[in-house]
């Protein structure tokens, strides 16, 4: 029997755009030799908010094999963008990193991260604030390839398995905040929206299910699909935060009117909001829509010792969503799921509260009580947050 925990770690060699290279490493002493994978990715802007994308792997022997993927119960990619940082800004280089050295102190993973020169420094008006180095494009393509290089490994592992791999995109820049006329609020390009089209049209998995549980509205993800009868868009997050938009009454336009929900929470929402809006809201969506495959916008800046917002989710929150999610998964679509790195900028609970998804994914005891102190935690504002649930569940039919 294989590992349970399979990496395609990015090795940030880019050759013209056209050629990504990957290293499949497994976990606990054993290893597999670097893999090359070789694709062909065009992406194209549209009028309005659809995203086109092409692409096409070439044959290679050394490719994971099928038995591989199916004995994995986790499959996940790494692109730090070791070069697009700016000191002292929440969104940093130091940000994956500490996940990964998180799962190796766990005995999650292997480490394997190179070390980048700084860049020079440039700043993008108006998009709050949202910074680029000149290493940015390159790794952003490569924080979006490698996001669709999970696609389509756990599409192949279902193809053949019944229980496939989660798979989760260790990625940055983020993306969920990217609109179509470019970066936005630290994202540079939407790494779940262009998967989510790759689904569609590479692997014709039609209906796509988004849950986007960072503390901030996804309005990137929001804008792409808000008349897509065919992607549900789920977003929960902080009333009133950035970027301002994500209010309950909006729900889609047109064809798509229905397939977009809004729920936001107030400030001080926490682990017992969020595990109530999981069965009242997110699971009737999910069984109402009946997705082929399950995405995700998992931000960790809701966790009660985030600096950037106010709410107080736990790590064990985030254990129970990664748990409940992969099983929604395997109950509607086959288990096909992909996580997606987005917010999260206490390095300690992101960390943390990763590798903890990571046990949810493998089916092992949760540490978060190691971690987690119930000394932070107050009251939840419990009459509010059920009245937003009640208003968003007459809204949608639930």
């Known amino acids: 029997m294989g590992s349970p925990v399979l990496a395609i770690q990015n090795l940030l060699k880019w050759k013209k755009y056209k050629r990504l290279d990957f290293g499949t490493v497994f976990v606990k002493g054993r290893r597999l030799e670097k893999h090359a994978v070789s694709w062909r990715e065009h992406c194209t802007e549209r009028i309005g908010a659809s995203i086109s994308c092409s692409h096409s792997f070439n044959k290679d022997t050394n490719l994971p094999s099928i ?42 993973t292997s480490k394997a991260m190179d070390q980048a020169s700084e860049q020079g420094i440039i700043f993008i008006e108006g998009t709050g604030p949202t910074y680029a180095t000149s290493d940015t494009f390159q790794e952003s393509l490569v924080a979006a390839g490698a996001g669709l290089a999970l696609v389509d490994s756990v599409v192949a592992a279902s193809n053949n398995s019944q229980n496939p791999p989660t798979g989760f995109a260790l ?10 006329k470019g970066p936005m609020g630290f994202c540079v390009f939407g790494n779940v929206a262009i998967a989510a089209r790759h689904a569609q049209r590479v692997h014709g998995l039609q209906r796509v299910f988004i849950i986007d549980f960072d503390v901030h509205h996804g309005n990137g993800t929001n804008d792409a699909f808000y008349d ?10 902080q009333d009133g935060s950035y970027p301002g938009t994500g209010k309950i009454h909006e729900v ?37 829509f009946k997705p082929d495959i399950i995405l995700v916008s998992a931000g960790y800046d809701g966790h009660v ?22 099983q929604l998964a395997k109950d509607l679509c086959g288990g096909r799921c992909v996580f997606f790195l987005e917010g999260g900028y206490n390095l300690d609970s992101l960390s943390y509260s990763v590798a903890d998804s990571f046990r949810a994914f493998l089916g092992e005891k949760s540490l978060a009580s190691e ?5 932070f935690l107050y009251e939840e504002p419990s009459t509010r947050v059920k009245q937003a649930i009640q208003r968003v569940k007459h809204i949608h039919c639930l």
């Open 171 to 180: 990625i940055r820049p983020p993306g969920h905040h990217a609109i179509p």
């Open 305 to 326: 010792l985030d600096p950037l917002a106010s709410l107080q989710f736990t790590t064990g929150t985030y254990y129970m969503l990664a748990s409940d999610i992969k």
């Open 67 to 108: 038995q591989e993927l199916t004995n994995a119960r986790v499959i996940y990619s790494v692109a730090p963008a070791l070069g697009h940082n700016q000191e002292s800004h929440p969104e940093s280089h130091l940000r994956v990193p500490a996940i990964v050295s998180a799962l190796e102190k766990m005995e999650l």
């Open 228 to 237: 897509d009868p065919d992607i549900f868009f789920l977003s929960t997050h």
């Open 252 to 288: 889609g336009h047109g064809d798509g009117e229905g397939t977009t929900l809004n729920l936001p929470l107030p400030g001080g929402s926490g682990d017992i909001a969020m595990r109530t809006v999981f069965d009242e809201v997110i699971v009737p969506c999910a069984h109402k």
């Open 371 to 375: 971690f987690d102190n119930p000394a």
